[in-house]
Every structure is written in structure tokens, then in C-alpha cells.
């Protein structure tokens, strides 16, 4: 059974599912790069998650080493998209969004892995 969502809902998760991400690529490009590296990805992920990271610091734990951090605030938006979302839009089952932006990424691999295989 496929649901369909307002237009209003899917924009939202898009936008925290692609904050999400790229505070996951952050903390992943960390583990093998310094921040103040020159190469264009992890610039770029740096210059546009400093400011969620700054807006998070007074919630952030002082013990947590700093490459951690995105990854910490990563989960913030995970908690939003699986549990308020849901909460806001009246469904008595958490995670009943089921992340539409994973899963129109996940449809088209599976397009593409079909077009590859067939």
C-alpha cells in the first residue's frame, strides 16, 4: 500500500533528509581529511554544516571529540524525521514517513540496477 503525502511534508523531509546527509558526509570525509583541507567536497560540507554545528553546540557534550559532532547532530535531524514528523502529522505509528527521500533514492537504484541486470 503506497501513501501519498502533501507536498509540504515531502519538501520538509527532503530538506532535513539532505541536512542529514550532509552532516553524515562531513563526519565520513572527517575520517580521512583535516577540516582545513583544500579539496572541494570537504569545503564544502565544512562551510555549510559550521553554522548547524555552532546552532547545536549548547546541546552538544563537551566530552564528545570534535570529528564526532556532525555525526551528533546528524541524529538530531534523524530524530526529527522519524519521530516528529510523524508525531505532527497524527499518525499513532512512529516512523510511518518511512523517509520519502531514502525511498525515491532507493526506487531509482533499484531502477538502475534493474536497466543493468535486464
Known amino acids: 500500500m503506497t501513501e ?3 507536498l509540504w511534508v515531502i519538501v520538509i523531509d527532503y530538506l532535513l533528509g539532505v541536512v542529514m546527509w550532509t552532516l553524515i558526509g562531513r563526519f565520513g570525509m572527517g575520517l580521512f581529511l583535516p577540516e582545513e583541507s583544500k ?4 569545503r564544502f560540507f565544512v562551510k555549510a554544516t559550521d553554522p548547524l554545528i555552532r546552532f547545536f553546540r549548547p546541546v552538544t557534550p563537551s566530552f564528545l571529540i570534535r570529528p564526532l559532532v ?4 546528524a541524529w538530531f535531524f534523524f530524530m526529527v524525521r522519524f519521530y516528529v514528523m510523524p508525531w505532527l502529522l497524527g499518525y499513532s ?3 510511518m514517513l518511512s523517509f520519502p ?3 525515491e533514492f532507493a ?3 533499484a531502477y538502475l540496477v534493474g536497466k543493468i541486470v535486464n
Open 4 to 6: 501519498t503525502f502533501p
Open 107 to 109: 526506487q531509482g537504484v
Open 39 to 42: 579539496f572541494f567536497f570537504m
Open 93 to 95: 505509528v512512529m516512523g
Open 101 to 103: 527521500l531514502e525511498s
Open 70 to 73: 556532525p555525526l551528533y547532530v
